[in-house]
């Protein structure tokens, strides 16, 4: 798993990055990533490698986070 996942904030389910990769001869790029939820399936908004690789971001990583400060809130 990359990084740490907070527990959904609406019922306190396990979440978990949903990712899809460029299937090119490595998976190392992902294109696309959010993270759900395994219970209610709240999830975060879509991340897009091609509108984060301008800054280097990996949007596992954008998923991730997002989830996380969502956790803070609502
Ligand atoms: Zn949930």
């Given at each position: 798993m990359?990084?740490?996942?907070?527990p959904?904030?609406?019922c306190g389910g396990d979440a978990e990055v949903r990712t899809t990769?460029?299937?090119l001869k490595?998976?190392?790029v992902p294109i696309n990533s959010y993270?759900?939820?395994t219970k209610c399936f709240a999830q975060t908004y879509e991340f897009s490698y091609k509108n984060t690789?301008?800054?280097?971001?990996?949007p596992v990583e954008s998923?991730?986070?997002?989830?996380?400060?969502r956790n803070g809130r609502n």
């Open positions: 990359s990084g740490e996942l907070k959904c904030p609406f990769y460029y299937e490595t998976k190392d993270v759900r939820c690789d301008r800054t280097g971001t990996n998923a991730v986070d997002a989830w996380n400060k």
